[in-house]
């Protein structure tokens, strides 16, 4: 399973638009304490839109309570980091993986970075900026996830209680 771990996140449109991003890729959210808004807020629900009901997600008062409850593998992106999201292999979808993202003001602290090196990825981009929307490098990473996986558990075509996948067809 595909895990989602904000580190006390400050923009609540940010973590919407992320929760809406995990209900769409089968993945469970973890927010780490102190948040920069309350959950209950207006703008998480407007940028979350009716999926919040369809979200798996949990809380935790800090990072060390979030270390203890969950097991598996760890990544954390920060712009410091060495490789590109594509170097892991993801594939097997037997593992719980943990993909780790910082404030958006001032990321993840130094220490914890340093001791997980190895496990640590930038997304590419120009030189011209050191960083993109929190929100957008989530959905990036979680789709190159799900691209190794072969998309496994994820709809190929419109559902049918949308519009269905014939739509588009001409009558």
Same mark, same amino acid.
């Given at each position: 399973?595909?895990?989602?771990?904000?580190?006390?996140?400050?923009?609540?449109?940010?973590?919407?638009?992320?929760?809406?991003?995990?209900?769409?890729?089968?993945?469970? #959210?973890?927010?780490?304490?102190?948040?920069? @808004?309350? *959950?209950?807020?207006?703008?998480?629900? +407007? &940028?979350?839109?009716?999926?919040?009901?369809?979200?798996?997600?949990?809380?935790?008062?800090?990072?060390?309570?979030?270390?203890?409850?969950?097991?598996?593998?760890?990544?954390?992106?920060?712009?410091?980091?060495?490789?590109?999201?594509?170097?892991?292999?993801?594939?097997?979808?037997?593992?719980?993986?943990?993909?780790?993202?910082?404030?958006?003001?001032?990321?993840?602290?130094?220490?914890? #970075?340093?001791?997980?090196?190895?496990?640590? @990825?930038? *997304?590419?981009?120009?030189?011209?900026? +050191? &960083?993109?929307?929190?929100?957008?490098?989530?959905?990036?990473?979680?789709?190159?996830?799900?691209?190794?996986?072969?998309?496994?558990?994820?709809?190929?075509?419109?559902?049918?209680?949308?519009?269905?996948?014939?739509?588009?067809?001409?009558?």
């Amino acid at each position: 399973m595909n895990h989602v771990v904000l580190y006390q996140p400050e923009i609540p449109q940010n973590t919407g638009n992320i929760m809406r991003t995990c209900v769409a890729v089968n993945a469970k #959210l973890h927010l780490i304490k102190p948040l920069g @808004f309350s *959950l209950d807020e207006k703008h998480i629900k +407007r &940028s979350a839109a009716n999926y919040l009901e369809h979200l798996d997600y949990q809380v935790y008062e800090n990072i060390e309570s979030f270390f203890e409850q969950n097991q598996g593998e760890y990544y954390f992106l920060t712009r410091y980091g060495k490789k590109a999201p594509s170097a892991f292999n993801y594939q097997s979808t037997d593992v719980h993986r943990y993909f780790i993202f910082g404030s958006e003001s001032t990321g993840m602290p130094k220490d914890l #970075l340093e001791k997980n090196l190895d496990r640590c @990825f930038r *997304l590419p981009m120009s030189g011209h900026i +050191r &960083s993109m929307n929190l929100s957008n490098v989530v959905a990036i990473i979680m789709y190159e996830v799900m691209r190794q996986q072969d998309y496994q558990g994820l709809e190929a075509f419109e559902p049918d209680h949308f519009k269905g996948k014939d739509y588009l067809k001409s009558r």
